[in-house]
């Protein structure tokens, strides 16, 4: 197998620019979702209860512990470690040396600390993904900077790279089972769209936050839509036990096949950096070979017949590699066709498709697979620690070997702990296999639950709003009969305003917004939340609806009243002119309520929302919380899309700037060809011979010149 430090170096890269991304979105809501005067503020979720600090810590393993310590209260807190974990990420995706371990140690722990007070707002599948990744990062990262192969002899090289391989594999494992516990769970679900293949028609329609381009994926022929879960399926559970496959050629083809269906959901939906992790994650299916650039020299040398005639055996294993690669894309196909009755109709030019298995049939085929996929994740495992061991045994010199061993045995350890505590999420998805699994793995796994280093997934299970888009529409009154719709920035209100383009950032009330409509709002506490504070005219909550406040309706003074509605949505058809949406009016959704109101007081003190105990107050002349309290002066009026937007401009003109300045800098510092065979002057002392030699062997010379003349 093909080595694989270049792809590590973009996985790592790429888990910084997603730490970014997701720091810097959660940074520009704190106030209004934590502040002390937010919907959930976050003093709440920390109280001591006079346990020992590192009981404390490891039964709630958060940093926002020490913020008193720091004169900050929770959110002032939360806010630091937001602007250090977007500036600590910026500067990985940019700069080598930063790629540390320590680094993505301190982003991980970073963002485990703002989960663990962040409650339903960061309560997410990509939330919990992001942790997982993270802590792989950790592993991944070297801890010092491997060097090149033209740099450093064979067996250095061996030793920098002998259990390099190891925590990466562990990332492949990460995207099997987040693809394929996703592809399992739309069918166990029972979910009748996914069964009957028309889930997408209502997926553009429906999902959280769609983009214009969804619109028209939404207006597409029924045929293409039911193909396309087609699609889904075999993308999904079909194609990832191919990561694991000793063919490259079908682990690129896996790796392409997520890379489409990740770039058509970034192009029709808003979901944050979820699908951009994804894509991260996608790169341990890659090698040197297929990123390197170049043909390097001697590709195209003349064999001589010789060697032609000794390496048949490697054209033999060639041919059959080949051949079984074309067996396992022709029983793809014919899977597909069969198990989805592809059928071509030439008049109508269209393809027509169905599910021929039953959920029965479904469910003992995934009783039958379950087990040995994890028996496929451990021979591919073993195949990765023999490997590792392998390259150990080339490393040359004892201290240098004994050093790559230790490595190699506490990277080992380590995966191996990893992939065991894994299994118990994953064989969720099948439970009869979850109750077959070893007893100490379950122990293993419920020591560790709490830090979120493994966790199980599965996306977009059941689709909702068949009947129409469920929208809740808040409403506010001076006098409670002349009312005024208060519209977000991002979903759907206003039936003539597009849909937006807010990849990557979260703007994490309005997926609340989406998920409270589903249910009546005592199945969204924080709801209540929201109203109070929007009587109170809380500026850090309204800056959540509309971060330009003087577009919020009630900005000079407070509703009286507030109320919700519940809307069905639907996208506009063709030809309506000036309109994305149409929409009906359905039920009440929340009461009329006031400050005062008994109903809304005795909701508040249901949920638990009332503030008994009013904040502390904290010293606001603290030059820590003065300097916190300058940049979110600075960063209000900006709009989150838009800072994540110049983030990554700002990286992109870094990047233009270094391959720009790259060739001039070697010309700089690169000796020429004539100074590099001049001789040095044999009379010159040791220490000046060190400093004029560009070359280490000449440094080693001169400081034994000059040990000789001591």
């Known amino acids: 197998m093909a080595g694989s430090r270049l792809p590590q170096q973009l996985f790592l890269q790429g888990v910084a620019a997603v730490f970014m991304f997701a720091f810097a979105s959660l940074y520009m809501q704190i106030p209004g979702l934590y502040g002390s005067e937010g919907i959930l503020p976050a ?11 590192w009981q404390q810590l490891w039964e709630t393993p958060t940093l926002l512990w020490e913020a008193p310590r720091l ?21 990985a995706l940019l700069l080598r040396p930063l790629r540390h371990p320590l680094t993505y140690l301190l982003l991980w722990a970073s963002y485990l600390s703002a989960c663990q007070v962040g409650q339903v707002f960061l309560y997410f599948q990509w939330d919990s993904l ?14 010092r900077q491997p060097p090149s192969c033209k740099q450093a002899p064979q067996g250095r090289l061996a030793g920098a790279l002998a259990d390099g391989g190891l925590p990466f594999w562990l990332v492949r494992w990460l995207l099997f089972r987040l693809m394929f516990a996703s592809g399992v769970v739309k069918l166990t679900s029972r979910c009748p769209t996914w069964w009957g293949l028309t889930a997408l028609t209502y997926h553009y329609e429906t999902q959280c936050l769609p983009t214009p381009a969804a619109w028209l994926a939404h207006h597409l022929p029924v045929w293409i839509h039911k193909l396309s879960v087609v699609a889904t399926f075999l993308i999904e559970i079909a194609m990832p036990p191919l990561f694991f496959a000793p063919i490259r050629r079908l682990r690129l083809a896996a790796f392409y096949a997520q890379v489409l269906l990740q770039v058509l959901i970034i192009i029709t939906g808003n979901y944050n950096f979820f699908n951009l992790l994804t894509l991260v994650l996608t790169t341990a299916l890659l090698d040197d070979q297929h990123l390197a650039t170049g043909s390097g020299p001697g590709r195209h040398r003349k064999i001589p017949t010789s060697v032609l005639l000794i390496a048949w055996p490697k054209a033999l294993l060639t041919t059959l590699s080949l051949l079984l690669e074309l067996t396992i894309y022709g029983l793809l196909a014919y899977g597909t066709v069969h198990y989805f009755g592809l059928e071509f109709d030439w008049r109508q030019h269209s393809i027509h498709s169905r599910t021929t298995f039953t959920f029965h049939q479904f469910s003992q085929w995934l009783k039958t697979v379950t087990m040995p ?18 390259r150990w045994t080339q490393v040359q010199g004892w201290l240098p070997k004994v050093c790559a061993g230790i490595r190699l045995s506490i990277m080992g350890t380590a995966t191996v702990a990893l992939f065991l505590i894994s299994l118990v999420p994953y064989s969720y998805v099948e439970p009869g296999t979850h109750g077959r699994l070893w007893t100490g793995t379950h122990r293993l796994f419920g020591a560790v639950e709490h830090l979120q280093l493994a966790n199980s997934y599965g996306l977009f299970r059941r689709m909702t709003g ?24 991002y979903k759907p209100g ?57 577009r919020y309706p009630f900005y000079k003074q407070p509703p009286t009243y507030v109320r919700a509605q519940r809307y069905k949505y639907w996208f506009s058809q063709p030809g309506e002119q000036g309109r994305w949406w149409r929409r009906q009016w359905v039920e009440e959704f929340f ?40 940049v ?22 870094v990047r233009v700037t270094q391959a720009l300045l790259a060739p001039w800098l070697l010309r700089s510092f690169t000796p020429s060809r004539e100074e590099k065979h001049k001789p040095a002057p044999k009379k010159e002392s040791g220490a000046t011979s060190t400093q004029a030699s560009p070359a280490s062997n000449n440094s080693s010379s001169g400081s034994r010149t000059t040990r000789r003349k001591k």
Do not use: C
């Open 71 to 91: 004169g900050l209260d929770t959110a002032q807190g939360l806010e630091l470690l937001s602007l250090l974990g977007t500036v600590l990420a910026l500067g």
């Open 466 to 489: 068949l009947g129409g888009r469920p929208e809740v529409v808040l409403e506010g009154s001076y006098d409670g009969h002349l009312w005024t719709e208060i519209e977000f920035m």
């Open 43 to 53: 003093r709440r979720t920390l109280r001591p209860q006079g346990k020992g600090r």
């Open 130 to 143: 992001l942790l997982e990744t993270g802590f792989l990062a950790v592993l991944v990262a070297p801890l």
């Open 373 to 390: 996929t994890m028996w496929l994740g451990v021979a591919s495992l073993a195949w990765e620690l023999l490997t590792a061991l392998w």
């Open 632 to 653: 979110r002066t600075q960063l209000s009026p900006v709009e989150p899309p838009t800072l994540l937007w110049g983030l990554l401009g700002a990286v992109a003109a």
């Open 494 to 550: 206003n039936v003539s305003r597009s849909p937006p383009l807010v990849v990557p950032h979260q703007p994490r009330l309005d997926w609340q917004m989406w998920f409270a409509a589903l249910g009546p709002h005592t199945q969204s506490p924080w709801f209540t939340g929201l109203v109070l504070r929007l009587l109170q005219g809380k500026e850090p909550v309204i800056r959540l609806i509309q971060s330009d406040v003087a």
């Open 591 to 630: 009461p009329p309520v006031s400050l005062g109101d008994p109903t809304l007081e005795s909701m508040l003190r249901q949920f638990g929302l009332q503030d008994k105990n009013p904040p502390r107050a904290r010293s606001s002349h603290h030059p820590l919380a003065q300097a916190l309290h300058w």
